[in-house]
C-alpha cells in the first residue's frame, strides 16, 4: 500500500482544464467585491447616523469576502507553495487563533466592565465555548501523549508535525464526517438529545467559573452550588443515552453512571462544606481571594481537616467525572463502551468534549476551593504594587502572582493527576465502588465536617496549635509536590536506564 | 462432585437457550458476551443470566474459529500438519509444534540430536514467556489497567524478534519438526538471548511492584471465581489452572518430555495468601492465584532458559528422515505442557504418510468448561477477572 | 405586556397545575403519575416564589418552596421504593391492577 | 425589557415541556420534557432573584429526584416499549376537567386586582435567607429533617427484596 505522504495532501483538488477558469473567476468576483467595498466606504463617509453604520457594515462584509476570494485565487493557483507555508506556519498560526479567540471573548468585557450585562453574558458564553472547545482539543491530544510517555511510546506524532499536535483537530474533523447512526429500535428523539443533555450543563458551568476575581461570566453567590448542580446534571444525559440507545450494555453503563454519581455526590458536598465553611460565603471569588498570601494560606493546608477533605473532594470528583478508577460505566472491558457504545461521530464527541469540560472544571474546583485558586504560591502582598502599576507591571502581576493562567494552570494540574491515575490504576468494581462511598468517603468526609466544625468554634484563627498545624500541613504539601517533582526528573534524567536500553536501542530509528 | 446438578450443562444450557424474555423472572436479563466483547479473548461467546450486576449463570458458546485442524490432520502428511498446530494456541505454537512432532517422534521411532532438543527448549520456553506476556497483560487490560498491556508487548516484541531471528517468523513458526528443528540457531542468537534474560528478569519484579501487588488489583482478583483443587482435578483443569489451585503437577517435571529432567527448576502453585509476599485477601484457586502462577513461571521460564544457554551441545540440529516419513500402524498419546495446561495428540497410524487419525485435547478446551461452574453469583466485572484468568485462546478452543 | 409582575407567573403556575391533574388522573404509569405530582408542585413553587417577591418581600415563600423541593424528593424516593416493590409483586407498573388487597 | 423575554422564553419552555408530559406516551420522554420543566423553573427562579431557590432546584430536583424518577422507569420496565394509553373516555374527563380548570383559573388570576406590594422586592442572598432558615423557620426545619430521616429509613426497607423472592435461588 502506498503511503499517504504530505504531498498528497498538498496535491491541488482542480483539475488543469477547471483551474483557470477558477481562477478568473475568483480572481474576478474579489475585485469586484473589493471595488465595492471601497465605493461603499466613500460613500459611508457622506452618511450620518443609522445608514452610515449600515452603509460600513455592509463595506467591511464585502471587503471580508473580496479578500476571501482573491486569496482563493491564489490557493487555488498556487496549492503547493501556500500548503508548504501553511504547513510550516500551522503552529504559530494555530496559537494565533486561539489567542485571538481569547481576546475576542474577552477583551470588550474588561475594556469596558460597565457595558450591559447582557454583552458581557454573552461574551462569556463565547469565551466558555471556546474555552471548553479548545481545552478539549488540547486534552484529548495530552491525554494520549500522556498515555503513550506512560506506557513506553510515543503517541500521536504525525499530524501537524511538532509532536502531532493537531492530532485533535485532525480526529474533530474526521468525527465530524462520519455517519450519524442511530441503532435499530432505539428512541431516536432521545438518543440524538442525550448528547446535549449532557454537553450543555458541562459547558453552562463554566459561565459561573472564576478564571480569576475579575475574569468571570457570572460572580454568583451561589456560585459553587449552581457548579455542583449543574456537575450533576450531565448524568441525565448519560441515562437517557444508555437507555436510549437500545442496547443492553449502553443500558449498564447508564445505570451505573447514575448510581455512581448520585451516591459520590454526597461525599462531593460534605467535602464542599469544608471550604464553604472557612470562607463563610458561596461566592467563588470570595474563596479565591481569600487564599491570596502565599501558599500557606491555602485552604488545604489550613489544617488537618481541610487536607483530608481536599483529598476526599479529589477522590469525589473522580468519581463525578467517571474518570479512573472509577471509570465504570464505560468499562471497555465490562460493557463494551458503556453509555458510549451505539454513538458514533458528532454526537459521541459532544460526550467526549462534555468528559473534558468536566474534568477541567472539576480540577479547577478543587484548585479554587482548596490549592490558592488563581494565586501563585508567592504571597499576594509582594505583588501589591505591581497590581496598580502600568500596563507591564499590571501584566507581569498576572503572570507571576495571580492571574487566569495560574487557575488555567493549575486545572490542567489536576487534569493531569486524572490522567495520570487513569493509566495506572486498575478499574474499580461496582460494589467496591459503592463500599468506597459508604463505608469510607462518608464517614470520612462526616467527620472531617464534625471536626472542622469544633477547630473553627474552639481553636481561634491566630492560636499556637492552629499556626502549627498549618505549618505542618503546609510543609506536608510541600514535601509531596517536592516528592512529585523530584520523580518526574528522575524518570526525565534516567528514562533510558528505567526503561532498558535494550528495549530504546529496539526502537525505530535508534 | 461438589455440585452434581451442574454438570448436567446440556440439560440447563438448553433452558438458558430456551428462555424467553417473559418467563424470566422480573430482575432477570439475558446478556450476550461476545462473540465480539473487549474482554472475551478471541470469539467466545458467553451467554449470561443476569440479576442487574449479579451474574447468575455464565454458558460458554463456542465454535466461532472451527477451522477442522484435526481432519486436515487425517488429510496430510504430518510434516504438512505443522503450520496447522501453528494456528492452535497461536500465543504459543512453538509449543504446539513440539507437541505434534514429538507424538510423530514417539509413533515413527524417529531420534531426535541433543542440539535439537535443547534449541526446542529454548523455544518452547521463551514462547511460554511471551505467551504468559500477553496473558499478563490482556489480564491488567480486563481489569482496567491499560498500561501493563503495552509493557507486557514491548517485552514480547523482543522474544519474537529472537524467533524472527531464528526461523523467519513472528507468530506462526513452523519451527519444530519431526526429527529436529528446520534451521540451526543464527549467529550471535545465544548472546542476544542472555541480553534478553538480563534485560528481562527484573522487569518481573517490576510488574509485580506494578500490576499484582496493586491493592484494586488484588481486591478484583483475590478470591474471586475459587476453584477447589478437587473441581480443578475433577474438571480436568491443567496448566496455570490448576497449579493456581494449589495441585503440583506440571508435565515437565511430573513426566518430564523432551530434556526436562536435567533442568532445575521449581512448579510454583497457588497458595493462600498471609505468607511471603502474597497478599492476605488471597485464596488459593482464585483468579489471582491463576494469574500470579504466570508471573511465577515466567521466572522459572528464565532459569531454564539460562541453563539451556550454558549447556547447549554442538552438534546436528536435526534427524532428517529419509524420503517421506511413513507412521506405522500404532498409536500414540503425548501430552506436552503448553502455557496453557496439557496439549495433547492423539495419531494413529496405518502404514502411510498421512495419519490416519489425529486428536487433539486443547487446555484451553478443558480449562473453558469451569466456567459455567465458576461463574455463578458472580458480579459482571468478575466475569472478566475470571475469563482473563483462565486465559482461554479461541483457535484452540474451537480448533 | 412588557413589565413583567405577579399575574404572569400565576398564569405559568396555573398551567403546569393544569398540565400535572391531567398527567396524574390519566397516566396509565405510576411513574407518569409521580412526575404529574412533580408538576404540580412545581406549580406551587412558582406560586409561593412569586408571591415573596412581588407581594410579601419576606422569606417564608422562598423558605416554602424550598421544603416542598426537600418534600417531593423525598417523595419520589419512597414512591420509587414502593413502585419497584408493586412491580415485583404484579408484574407491572399500571396503577390499575393493583386494586387488591393481598400482597 | 430583558426581564420579559427571558420570562416569555423560559415561560414557553415551562409550558411546553409541560405540556409535552401530557402528550408522552413513552414515560422516558415524560422524564425528559419534566427535565425541561423543572430546568425552566429553576431559571425562572433565578428570574426572580431567588438564586439560592434555583440551585437548589437544579441541584435536588433535577439532579436528584429526576434521576431517581428515570432509575426507577428503567427499573420498573422491563418492557419499556409497553405503552400504557389512557382510555379515551379517562382522557376526554381528564381533559374537559383540566380545560375547565385552567379557563377558571386564568380567569380567576386576571381578574384578581393584587394589592400592591407591601415591601420593596430585595434581594434574597444566601446569607439572609440561612438566617431566617435557623432563626423563623427552625422548627419546620428541624421537622424536615427528621421526615427526611423516615424517609431513608422507609426507603431503604421498602426496597429491600423480600424474603419470597429469595426462595427461587436455591432449586
Known amino acids: 500500500m502506498a503511503e499517504f505522504t504530505t504531498e498528497d495532501a498538498l496535491r491541488s483538488r482542480w483539475s488543469a482544464a477547471a483551474r483557470p477558469r477558477a481562477v478568473r473567476w475568483f480572481s474576478g468576483l474579489g475585485v469586484v467585491f473589493v471595488l465595492g467595498a471601497a465605493a461603499l466606504g466613500l460613500l459611508a463617509t457622506r452618511l450620518t447616523g443609522m445608514s452610515y453604520a449600515v452603509a460600513l457594515a455592509v463595506a467591511v462584509v464585502l471587503l471580508l469576502t473580496g479578500g476571501s476570494c482573491l486569496g482563493a485565487a491564489v490557493v487555488v493557483q498556487y496549492p503547493r507553495a501556500v500548503g508548504r507555508l501553511l504547513q510550516r506556519l500551522g503552529l504559530p498560526l494555530f496559537l494565533l487563533a486561539v489567542a485571538a479567540i481569547i481576546v475576542v471573548a474577552w477583551a470588550p468585557v474588561l475594556l469596558w466592565p460597565d457595558k450591559p450585562l447582557i454583552v458581557r453574558d454573552v461574551l462569556a458564553v463565547v469565551g466558555a465555548v471556546g474555552f471548553v472547545s479548545l481545552f478539549a482539543s488540547f486534552a484529548i491530544w495530552w491525554e494520549r501523549k500522556v498515555a503513550g510517555r506512560i506506557q513506553s511510546r510515543l503517541g500521536p506524532m504525525r499530524v501537524g508535525g511538532w509532536h502531532g499536535w493537531a492530532q485533535s483537530i485532525a480526529d474533530g474533523l474526521k468525527l465530524f464526517q462520519k455517519e450519524d447512526i442511530l441503532p435499530g429500535g432505539g428512541d431516536a428523539v432521545l438518543f440524538r438529545m442525550a448528547a446535549y443533555v449532557t454537553f450543555v450543563p458541562a459547558l453552562s458551568l463554566f459561565i459561573a467559573l472564576p478564571f480569576s476575581a475579575a475574569w468571570v461570566g457570572r460572580d454568583l453567590d451561589v456560585g459553587l452550588l449552581l457548579i455542583v448542580a449543574l456537575f450533576g446534571l450531565g448524568v441525565i444525559g448519560v441515562l437517557l443515552g444508555g437507555w436510549a440507545s437500545n442496547n443492553k450494555w449502553s443500558m449498564y453503563g447508564a445505570m451505573r453512571e447514575a448510581c455512581q454519581v448520585i451516591s459520590y455526590e454526597i461525599p462531593l458536598g460534605f467535602s464542599l462544606l469544608i471550604p464553604i465553611m472557612v470562607a463563610g460565603t458561596l461566592r467563588l471569588t470570595t474563596i479565591g481571594e481569600l487564599q491570596a498570601g502565599g501558599f500557606w494560606t491555602w485552604l488545604a493546608f489550613r489544617n488537618p481537616f481541610t487536607l483530608i477533605a481536599a483529598l476526599t473532594f479529589l477522590i469525589a470528583t473522580l468519581a463525578s467525572c467517571k474518570r479512573a478508577p472509577f471509570d465504570l460505566p464505560e468499562a471497555e472491558s465490562e460493557l463494551v463502551a458503556g453509555y458510549m457504545t451505539e454513538y458514533s461521530g458528532f454526537r459521541w464527541a459532544l460526550f467526549m468534549f462534555a468528559e473534558y469540560a468536566e474534568m477541567f472544571a472539576a480540577g479547577a474546583l478543587t484548585a479554587i476551593l482548596f490549592f490558592g485558586a488563581w494565586h501563585s504560591p508567592l504571597p499576594a502582598a509582594w505583588g501589591a504594587a505591581w497590581a496598580t502599576g502600568p500596563l507591564w507591571q499590571q501584566a507581569l502581576h498576572g503572570v507571576v502572582f495571580s492571574g487566569p493562567l495560574w487557575l488555567i494552570f493549575k486545572g490542567i494540574f489536576f487534569v493531569y493527576v486524572q490522567i495520570w491515575l487513569r493509566w495506572t490504576l486498575p478499574r474499580i468494581r461496582l460494589d467496591q465502588v459503592m463500599h468506597a462511598c459508604v463505608q469510607f468517603m462518608l464517614p470520612v468526609t462526616m467527620v472531617v465536617l464534625l471536626a472542622q466544625t469544633f477547630w473553627q468554634l474552639l481553636v481561634p484563627a491566630g492560636s499556637v496549635l492552629a499556626v502549627a498545624l498549618n505549618l505542618a500541613c503546609t510543609v506536608l504539601g510541600a514535601l509531596v509536590a517536592l516528592g512529585i517533582a523530584s520523580i518526574a526528573v528522575y524518570g526525565l534524567r534516567y528514562r533510558r536506564r528505567l526503561v532498558g536500553t535494550l528495549v530504546v536501542d529496539h526502537l525505530p530509528g535508534s | 462432585m461438589p455440585d452434581a446438578p451442574l454438570t448436567n450443562s446440556p440439560d440447563s444450557l438448553a433452558d438458558v437457550e430456551r428462555v424467553v424474555p417473559g418467563e424470566l423472572r422480573t430482575e432477570e436479563m439475558l446478556l450476550n458476551m461476545g462473540p465480539q466483547h473487549p474482554s472475551t479473548h478471541g470469539v467466545l461467546r458467553l451467554v449470561l443470566r443476569t440479576d442487574g450486576e449479579l451474574v447468575l449463570e455464565a454458558v460458554p458458546h463456542i465454535g466461532y474459529l472451527h477451522r477442522c485442524a484435526e481432519k486436515i490432520g487425517e488429510s496430510v502428511a504430518s510434516f504438512q500438519f505443522i503450520p496447522i498446530t501453528d494456528r492452535l494456541d497461536y500465543l504459543a505454537a512453538m509449543i504446539n509444534n513440539q507437541g505434534f512432532s514429538l507424538a510423530v517422534e514417539k509413533l515413527a521411532g524417529l531420534e531426535v540430536p541433543e542440539r535439537a532438543r535443547y534449541i526446542r527448549v529454548i523455544m518452547a520456553e521463551l514462547n511460554r514467556i511471551a505467551s504468559h506476556l500477553v496473558s499478563f497483560g490482556t489480564y491488567g487490560l480486563d481489569m482496567g489497567a491499560f498500561t501493563p498491556f503495552l509493557y507486557g508487548f514491548r517485552e514480547r516484541e523482543y522474544i519474537l524478534d529472537l524467533f524472527e531471528a531464528a526461523c523467519g517468523a513472528r507468530l506462526t513458526y513452523s519451527f519444530i519438526t519431526p526429527g529436529g528443528v528446520t534451521q540451526d540457531l543464527p549467529d550471535g542468537f545465544l548472546d542476544n538471548l542472555a541480553r534478553f534474560l538480563d534485560y528481562f528478569e527484573p522487569k518481573i519484579d517490576e510488574y509485580n511492584d506494578l500490576l499484582s501487588f496493586n491493592y484494586i488489583f488484588i481486591k478484583r482478583t483475590a478470591g474471586v471465581g475459587v476453584i477447589s483443587p478437587e473441581d480443578a482435578i475433577a474438571y480436568g483443569l491443567t496448566g496455570p489452572c490448576l497449579r493456581g489451585s494449589g495441585v503440583k503437577w506440571d508435565l515437565r517435571r511430573c513426566m518430564p518430555y523432551e530434556l526436562y529432567d536435567r533442568f532445575d527448576f521449581e512448579i510454583p502453585v497457588g497458595v493462600a495468601g498471609g505468607t511471603d509476599r502474597i497478599p492476605r485477601e488471597v485464596v488459593a484457586g482464585d483468579s489471582w492465584s491463576r494469574y500470579f502462577v504466570r508471573m511465577q513461571e515466567m521466572k522459572q521460564s528464565v532459569r531454564i532458559l539460562r541453563q539451556c544457554v550454558q549447556q547447549l551441545p554442538a552438534g546436528e540440529f536435526r534427524n532428517k528422515p529419509k524420503g517421506i516419513l511413513k507412521l506405522p500402524p500404532k498409536e500414540v498419546y503425548l501430552e506436552v505442557e503448553g502455557a496453557r495446561g496439557q496439549l495433547g495428540f492423539l495419531v494413529v497410524g496405518d502404514g502411510k504418510a498421512v495419519p490416519r487419525r489425529v486428536k487433539i485435547r486443547g487446555p484451553s478446551f478443558c480449562n473453558l468448561a469451569i466456567t459455567k461452574h465458576v461463574c455463578r453469583q458472580v458480579l459482571l466485572a468478575d466475569i472478566a477477572a475470571i475469563l482473563g484468568s483462565i486465559d482461554v485462546v479461541m483457535g484452540e478452543v474451537d480448533r | ?103 | 425589557m430583558y426581564e420579559a423575554i427571558a420570562f416569555y422564553l423560559l415561560a414557553a419552555v415551562v409550558a411546553g415541556s409541560a405540556f409535552g408530559c401530557v402528550i408522552a406516551t413513552n414515560i422516558v420522554r415524560m422524564a425528559l420534557c419534566l427535565l425541561g420543566t423543572l430546568g425552566g423553573v429553576a431559571l425562572l427562579y433565578f428570574l426572580m432573584a431567588a438564586n439560592f431557590l434555583g440551585v437548589v432546584q437544579l441541584i435536588v430536583y433535577a439532579g436528584g429526584t429526576l434521576i431517581v424518577i428515570v432509575f426507577g422507569v428503567m427499573l420498573t420496565s422491563r418492557a419499556a416499549g409497553v405503552r400504557l394509553r389512557p382510555k379515551r373516555s379517562e382522557a376526554l374527563a381528564g381533559t374537559l376537567i383540566c380545560i375547565g380548570l385552567l379557563a377558571g383559573l386564568v380567569t380567576l388570576l386576571v381578574r384578581t386586582a393584587w394589592p400592591a406590594a407591601q415591601s420593596e422586592a430585595q434581594a434574597y442572598d444566601v446569607a439572609w435567607l440561612g438566617n431566617e432558615l435557623l432563626s423563623t423557620y427552625l422548627v419546620p426545619f428541624e421537622m424536615v429533617s427528621v421526615l427526611l430521616l423516615a424517609v431513608m429509613i422507609g426507603a431503604a426497607f421498602l426496597a429491600q427484596p423480600s424474603g419470597k423472592d429469595k426462595e427461587p435461588e436455591e432449586r
Open chain 3, 1 to 103: 405586556m412588557l413589565a413583567i409582575g405577579l399575574t404572569h407567573y400565576l398564569v405559568l403556575a396555573a398551567f403546569l397545575f393544569c398540565c400535572g391533574l391531567y398527567v396524574m388522573a390519566t397516566k396509565r404509569n405510576a411513574v407518569g403519575i409521580l412526575i404529574g405530582a412533580e408538576l404540580v408542585l412545581n406549580a406551587a413553587g412558582i406560586n409561593l416564589v412569586a408571591f415573596s417577591r412581588y407581594e410579601t418581600g419576606l422569606a417564608d415563600g422562598q423558605i416554602a418552596a424550598l421544603f416542598i423541593i426537600v418534600l417531593a424528593a423525598a417523595e419520589a424516593a419512597i414512591a420509587i421504593a414502593i413502585f419497584v416493590n408493586y412491580y415485583r409483586l404484579l408484574g407491572t407498573i399500571d396503577p390499575d391492577a393493583g386494586d387488591r388487597l393481598r400482597g
